[in-house]
Nanobody, 125 residues
């Protein structure tokens, strides 16, 4: 089992920045990829970004590329999501996920084995 705990959410003004953290514990050696998704009302979670745990290769949702940056700290088993130029439409719950299978589609939430509880991001206009 892998446990994921997110932090760093909060209230920010439009145009501001936040950095989310996701701390992984447990059998982290089994993880090949970490990702961030966000909740969309009435829909499945929306893919935000992913990072390969060992190689560091990244993948972003096209609409968020340039504003959001995913990174990792392998020593600390932590993944980060730096969010800049935040907009009111970015406000939602952001969830961290971990995948054990390299063959799974990066942007498909169904392939991820472990999920955190999520952290709320609120953006005021």
């Amino acid at each position: 089992q892998v446990q994921l705990v997110e932090s760093g959410g909060g209230l920010v003004q439009a145009g501001g920045s936040l950095r989310l953290s996701c701390a992984a514990s447990g059998r982290t050696f089994s993880v090949v990829r970490m990702a961030w998704f966000r909740q969309v009302p009435g829909k499945e979670r929306e893919f935000v970004a992913a990072i390969h745990w060992s190689g560091g290769a990244t993948n972003y949702a096209e609409s968020l590329k340039g504003r959001f940056t995913i990174s990792r700290d392998n020593a600390g088993n932590t993944v980060y999501l730096q969010m800049n130029s935040l907009r009111p439409e970015d406000a939602t719950v952001y969830c961290c996920a971990a995948d054990r299978w390299p063959a799974n589609l990066v942007r498909d939430q169904g392939g991820y084995d472990y999920w955190g509880q999520g952290t709320q991001v609120t953006v005021s206009s």
